[in-house]
């Protein structure tokens, strides 16, 4: 299996490495993935149906759990004869529809096979993160489809749309899949079905499950990307949007139904949701006048159906939703084309501008009904075979609660669904043409061969599979036992008898045929309740307004957080960083120290706390540096008085150093600094200072008194004792610069020079680049408002 | 073996001054650069090899024994921040002399480089914590010199922001530094790891609780990070991918150091990480999205991914913590990756404004495909790195039942993929509409020099290198959680081999 996904992925990297090289082959050489794969899986077939799955493994990430563990099983191959069948169609379809080179075309073409790749993966996987890797990839290529046109705003924002509610889901997905798989012990699914988890946070984890699984599947009330994904070029639409992607979530929750329908609250929600989306999918279906949106409501609606036949974790009626996906699989995937045919040869898709179509166009037209015919569920085609399952399965099997209003949500969602079939039919043959429009279809020309070619295939498997579904039975039946593995699931029949279903089907078919002869008035109604449901949001408008919540609320957050201004910055990180530890502190402040030692220390503290107002206060430049001085020299006058005389040393040539230096600078620069509005008031700044300096003083008052529980000497005691004997120096401060810490002192040396090095660099004159003219310091502050961004442009 | 320990900080130095001697001659200039940078990655990878097949290495400096002298150390933790760092020094400083522009421009770049990168190291070797402190300097004052090279004014503006909050950061380390001396007489951490827990546990979470702000200042976490945005988009394309990828992660590798190795388990600021970490998660994210300009977005966004390697420490397990040190693997070259080819876009289509630039997917779709790698795996996207370290995180975190976190990892994730998608959508997708663009992008000027492209590519492949060795480094990741987890082992071999 990993062959097909690496044959997947070189093929896809080599078409779009390729480029302009190949035009319309591209599609040629994309469909080579496909065939093989389907090539393989008929090789494979016999055995997997004999309930023997093949599997492969590679371990990528053990103790993680992440392992790609690869099964084979009848289900998953069902899917695949799906994901590759249609693949392979819609590569050759491709070929028409592209009839003329154009940009972006080997892109288009590479990423659908790299799509394809990703979706083989989601069916192949036996591993719950496995599954969630290609789901996401899934997600991923669908966003650089639906884009392909990036000129177009609306591709670029359609496939945005796509990618964050998708996104979106995937995340809730992983956390459910990671809490699934923390409570069983595993990520494989066919250990979890053998030993299904309990509990409440698997109840919560199912939910999420699910809500990843709905954003996939278009699911109310998060179905809105999927109709907007239309803009990406029909294809696509009919490949990711129709046949397989959405059916990635369908596909999941089929596969944990078996495992987790009885668990919380799991049936109830599968139920509610899946009605929903079928109703409301199909009544918007119903309004559409793009014939290429109706059909995408009608995906929405068909998924919901699907939901409702295999998330409820009842085999019989499982089995139905099994041949829907593939009867779906046959009928969107065809109507999809002939949309794209029209498209394509008329220039438009709106039902208000088709007038039908000449002689030349009678099999486009066949493959039209007969497609339409099958999604409307009638005889003898493929659809009615699944609807006529699905329908039994719910009267015979559907014992559980809800059941029953679930069967009457269907069978009046199907009514809808007869009715947009027949809006399409009509649409095709003209029956809303408007008059007043220009009129194109008449004249268009007949497709060629290679373009309805694949739309034809799937339309005599819709009659094929109608007429004689018990070609099926093998698969459907084992896929059906490879999902739940005590189902004893029952053969498919065109005609089961005059039983219930079928009453059903026929008042399904004879409401439908009511509601298209009543079209005009039913529109009206419509338009009246659009109206009255209006104040409700949609999903489309949802999405709009998280996004413009984000936005308003980054824009906020990040006005407010990064407001430009050093002084408040400081002011924050300052009171921060001292505040916070000191209320650990002050919990062990031990007892006050001895204020006063000796008589000097009150005249030293009392110089250096007035120097250090004063250089606060001053504007004039160089009576601020001296009164800095001053601070420091009482400093040292400290270091003195405590018996320090080689630090006090050290200390007051530095100062002196650093004075002298000072004030030759402060020559070059006016005497004072102008008076800036501080951003920060007075009081505010007053306060800000004392906190902080109560706050260390209650971190130094702490520490020192914590020095009497650690008995261990300090290192200083050590390095004094040390010093003669080992440094062989008297001076204890030079050993430990240059011997003891002389690794300290040569990163210090480092820094002193590359201080100098910049220093140099900035200030030197006669900079390289002429335009470039050392900027002062109060200009530097007075750029506030200047945008800090280089512009090569500029 | 003991003898390669200090390596990767005298190597460079020497390799500095070297170039200081040489200034009027680039090219032997970069010769020396080149290699100095070659030979470190070479022990580092010798040292990396080491200490995960045997054991971890000390040496003391100058064989004066603890406390006499400083110790260096290299353990698990050290060795891979020692390789992943050394090489991206390396691809960055290949990177600047293809661009031309500062390091070609002035003398003063290949130096100031070398002393950036011994800083680097320095800080991952030490054992000693005043050492940390001037290693630190040496790092930030080579990054004081390297921002505002250009000597632009809105360099030196945003260089003075810059230094002016760094120099606070420095004061309060500083500070730090006297306070737990004075109540531990030590400053070597092997033995603070011994004294602290007798301190009075009051003590103890304070020490701790300082650490973290010091060293969060240079992290970039929330409310510390306002710094971080402003200044790093004003440098070089170069000199912005050292700073994004390294100098935050010096910041939170030496919380992760401090944190699990120094203090007792009950002076652990867990929740006050958690709570540190969402923050910044959330806040850096929001700003990334309130940003028109490439640069500035990817700034923001550093603070954001801080947020996820401190929530995987904040958890002190032994999945939260392999999940951190996993993460800050994977993000020092992912994200180095995306601010090389950050340049690239900026080189080739005359901006960076999101607003004002398009369509590279068509004129450059070479540096479209060296975008797409890293920013998938920056987004979390499977199967690339960014997504193994936020599946590692997460699953941590709801193996610790810290739903909170988690459900506010997971909303960041959304988040940043929403980045990503605006970031692709606009600069890669669509049409330039300005002019000046168009025409800067049809210019023969604006081609990319081969050698940005070569080495972005090489980050870039090593990014995805990543994901291929995903399983192997994850392992590694977990033993040096394993180590970090039991610093008794650590605390032995500093202090038993070499005790007086």
Known sequence: MFFLLLLHLVIGIAIVAAGKMLGRRAFLVAAIAPLVTLLWAAAKAPGVLDGDPVTESFAWIPQLGIDIDMRLDAFALLMVAVISGIGLLICIYSMGYFSHDKPGLARLAGVLVLFAGAMLGVVLSDQLIALFIFWELTSVTSYLLIGNDDTNPRARAASMQAIFITGAGGLVLLAGLIIIGQAGGTYRMSELLADPPTGGAVNAGIVLVLIGAFTKSAQAPFSSWLPAAMVAPTPVSAYLHSATMVKAGVYLVARLAPMFAMTGSWRLVVMVIGASTMSIGGLRALRQTDLKLLLAYGTVSQLGFMMLLLGVGEYHIAEAGLVLILAHAAFKAALFMVVGIIDHETGTRDITELHGFGPSWRLVQVVAVVSAASMAGIPPLFGFVAKEKALDGYLEHGDFAGATAVLVVIVLASILTFAYSARFVLGVFGAFGDVDRPVVSRTAHAPGAVFVGPSVVLAVATIVFGIVPGLLDDLVEGATTALYPASEPKALHLFAGFNTALLLSVVIIVCGVLLTVLRTRVTGVQRRASEVIRPIPSGEQGYLGVLRGISAVANRVTATVQNGSLPIYIAIIILTVTLVPAAAFATEIGPLPQWVEEPAHVVLVAVMVAAALGASIVRHRIAAALMLGAVGYAMAGLYVARGAPDLALTQFSIETLSTVLFVLVLRFLPRSWRHRAPSIAAPMRIAVAAAVGVGIFIFALSAGNARSSVDEPSMSEVMVEQSLPKGKGHNVVNVILVDFRGWDTMGEITVLLVAAIGAVSLARPGRRRSDDHAPVFEEILDAGDEPALPEPLR | ?500
Not at chain 2, 66 to 92: C, E, F, N, Q, Y
Request: charged share 10%; hydrophobic share 55%; proline share 5%.
């Open chain 2, 1 to 500: 073996m003991n003898a390669l320990i200090p390596l990767p900080i005298i190597v460079p130095l020497l390799g500095a001054s070297l170039c200081v001697i040489a200034a009027r001659a680039r090219w032997i200039q970069r010769i020396v650069s080149l290699s100095a940078l070659t030979c470190n990655m070479i022990v580092a990878i010798t040292l990396f090899v080491r200490v995960d097949d045997r054991d971890m290495v000390v040496m003391q400096a100058g064989g004066w024994p603890v406390p006499l002298g400083i110790t260096l150390a290299v353990d698990r933790l050290s060795a891979v921040m020692l390789v992943v760092s050394s090489l991206m020094l390396l691809a960055v400083m290949v990177y600047a002399i293809g661009q031309k522009a500062e390091e070609s421009r002035y003398a003063a770049f290949n130096p100031v480089y070398l002393v950036l990168a011994a800083g680097v190291s320095a800080s991952f070797i030490t054992g000693d914590l005043f050492n940390l402190f001037v290693a630190f300097e040496m790092m930030l004052v080579a990054s004081y010199v390297l921002l505002t090279l250009g000597g632009r004014p809105d360099q030196v503006r945003a260089g003075m922001s810059y230094v002016v909050i760094s120099l606070i950061a420095s004061t309060f380390f500083v500070t730090a530094l006297a306070v737990i001396y004075a109540a531990t007489g030590t400053v070597n951490m092997a033995q603070l790891a011994e004294r602290m827990p007798e301190l009075p546990p009051g003590v103890a979470t304070g020490f701790s609780l300082l650490l973290i702000l010091v060293f969060g200042i240079k992290a970039g976490l929330f409310p510390l990070f306002f710094w971080l945005p402003d200044s790093y988009p004003t440098a070089s394309g170069a000199i912005t991918a050292v700073f994004a990828g390294l100098l935050t992660k010096v910041g939170v590798y030496a919380i992760i150091r401090t944190q699990t190795l120094m203090f007792p388990p009950d002076a652990r600021q867990g929740t006050l990480l958690l709570v540190l970490a969402g923050l910044t998660m959330i806040v850096g994210v929001l700003g990334a999205l309130a940003q028109d300009d490439l640069r500035r977005m990817l700034s923001f966004h550093i603070v954001s991914h801080i947020g996820y390697m401190i929530f995987g420490l904040a958890l002190f397990t032994l999945a939260g913590v392999a999940g951190a040190v996993f993460y800050v693997v994977h993000h020092i070259i992912v994200k180095t990756a995306l601010f090389l080819v950050a340049g690239l876009v900026e080189r080739r289509s005359g901006s960076d404004r999101l607003s004002r630039v398009g369509g590279l997917v068509r004129s450059a779709p070479v540096i479209a495909v060296l975008f797409a790698l890293p920013a998938l795996s920056i987004a979390g996207l499977p199967p690339f790195s960014g997504f193994v370290g936020k599946f590692a995180l997460v699953s941590a975190g709801i193996d610790s039942q810290d739903w909170l976190i988690v459900g506010v990892s997971l909303l960041v994730s959304l988040l940043t993929v929403y980045v990503m998608v605006r970031i692709w959508s606009n600069v890669f997708w669509g049409e330039p509409e300005d002019p000046a663009i168009v025409a800067w992008i049809a210019s023969e000027e604006s081609r990319v020099p081969r050698l940005m492209t070569a080495s972005a590519s090489v980050v870039v492949a090593l990014s995805v290198a990543l994901m291929v060795f995903a399983g192997p480094l994850y392992n590694y990741a977990e033993r040096t959680a394993a180590d970090l987890l039991a610093p008794q082992r650590y605390i032995e071999s500093v202090l038993g081999s070499d005790a007086p």
